[in-house]
């Protein structure tokens, strides 16, 4: 059936153009229509390859996701592991300690002068040493 508005063509009409249309920018009428026939699957057969390459995509997702637990896991098992070999050495003092009981550094105040041995009032003797030939090792 012509589309609306349009009057099917006469009994036994030929087209001038069949077989090279001007507004078809040359082609053959038979062509283009055979063309357009079999636009169709060709659509179906994108379609078909978009849901398939859809499909795969979500199993690569979920994949992902699959290793993505297991390196959480794993790093998570590492951190315990190193967390169980190696502790800290040293104790801290509880934050709510009175300032009497927490641990004070060593050595004098700051400011305090330091101390020395007094020097000698009278030197006895004095020798002269000669430097060694060959280093100790280390």
């Known amino acids: 059936m012509p589309p609306r508005g349009l009057q099917p063509a006469p009994a ?3 087209c001038p153009y ?3 249309c001007p507004h078809l920018q ?3 009428t038979e062509f283009v229509f055979a ?3 079999n636009s169709h699957e060709e659509h179906l ?3 078909k390859a978009r849901d398939e390459l859809h499909e ?8 992902t996701q699959e290793l993505e637990a297991q390196n959480a896991e794993l790093k998570s098992q590492l951190t315990a592991l190193h967390r169980r070999q190696f502790q800290a050495n040293r104790k801290q003092p509880p934050a709510t300690a009175p300032e009497s009981q927490r641990v004070r550094k060593r050595g004098a105040p700051k ?3 330091g101390w020395q041995r007094p020097k000698p ?9 000669a430097p060694p030939e060959v280093l100790p090792a280390l």
Do not use: F, K
């Not at 795969?56 to 994949?63: A, C, F, I, T, V």
């Not at 009032?121 to 040493?129: K, P």
């Open 12 to 14: 036994n009409y030929q």
């Open 18 to 20: 069949q077989h090279c």
């Open 26 to 28: 040359g082609l053959s």
């Open 35 to 37: 063309e357009y026939q």
């Open 45 to 47: 057969d994108h379609w």
């Open 56 to 63: 795969l995509l979500e199993q690569m997702r979920g994949y």
């Open 111 to 113: 400011g305090h002068p």
């Open 121 to 129: 009032a009278h030197i006895d003797q004095t020798r002269v040493v």
